[in-house]
């Protein structure tokens, strides 16, 4: 992962490998962490106040030290803060708090990231774009699970989006029937009278049209992995990778649905003119 997408998306409290960033001097004292000559990546973010997703640069960058040592092995956490401003508007600022760990055992050096703060908090991704996929009520339910995501909180997310897709999976497979052929019908009718979830993906799930794919990925199949596994023993960890998944195929999904309808709809419009200038 890189330092753009570390900051741009990722939530709070998860480490994470951040490839080729580091400068450590010689002597394994401490280098010149982010300290890179061309200054940190610029990130894009949204902007409350030019009501859109602007360019935000670097304008602070600060660390605190706190290290641990002993003969063989050392492990140094530096804290840093970071703030970045709005490009478009040179007012809005972001703020983050991060540890950037130096695990060194003698033989190997591992560096990890965290970050153990953010303001304001992490923003929906691609939020314009969500809001048009989700009605009002399914908006506050991904809203919910983008917070608990944000905290690293897996079990919440996990739960949120989970009854997002309860909510979500009778339209979705109303338009699968009214773009397959007579057997996919059929099986999104037998999938409709299913009372759980999981088991109307089940039955459905390899019939996708290739329409409501993405990129060849059959969304529908990463929704039934994903959900097919209980709360049970689960820990946060895990469940916010599912979470993550969940999301994403769920997204994915609605939003191939929207396209095609949108697709419908401007045919349905050309052949509507053609109609209408014949008649003339
Ligand atoms: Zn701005």
């Given amino acids: 992962m890189n330092l753009k997408d570390f900051l741009e998306k990722v939530p709070l409290y998860k480490w994470e490998n951040i490839n080729g960033i580091v400068y450590i001097e010689p002597n394994y004292a401490i280098g010149a962490f982010f300290d890179q000559k061309e200054g940190l990546p610029a990130l894009s973010l949204y902007c409350n106040k030019c009501e859109d997703r602007t360019t935000f640069n670097e304008i602070e960058n600060k660390r605190f030290f706190d290290r641990f040592k002993s003969k063989d092995h050392f492990i140094i956490n530096i804290i840093k803060q970071l703030e970045y401003e709005c490009k478009g508007c040179s007012s809005i600022k972001q703020q983050y708090f991060i540890i950037v760990q130096l695990n060194y055992n003698g033989v190997e050096l591992k560096l990890k990231i965290m970050k153990i703060g953010q303001y304001p908090e992490l923003q929906i991704l691609n939020e314009t774009e969500i809001i048009k996929l989700l ?117 994915l999904l609605l939003k191939n649905i929207r396209e095609e309808k949108e697709d419908e709809r401007e045919i349905a419009k050309v052949f509507g003119d053609l109609a209408n200038s014949d008649k003339k």
Avoid: M
């Fill in 135 to 251: 009605d009002k009520k399914d908006f506050e339910i991904y809203r919910k699970g983008f917070r608990c995501e944000s905290s690293s909180f897996g079990i919440g997310a996990y739960a949120y989006y989970r009854q997002l897709v309860e909510d979500k999976i009778d339209y979705i497979l109303d338009e699968i029937y009214k773009s397959g052929d007579s057997d996919i019908k059929k099986l999104a009718e037998k999938a409709r009278l299913e009372k759980n979830t999981t088991k109307k993906i089940e039955i459905i799930k390899d019939k996708i049209p290739e329409k409501l794919k993405s990129g060849g990925q059959n969304t529908l199949g990463l929704l039934h992995d994903s959900l097919s596994i209980g709360l049970h023993n689960w820990t946060d960890e895990e469940c916010l990778t599912k979470a993550e998944k969940i999301r994403t195929a769920l997204v």
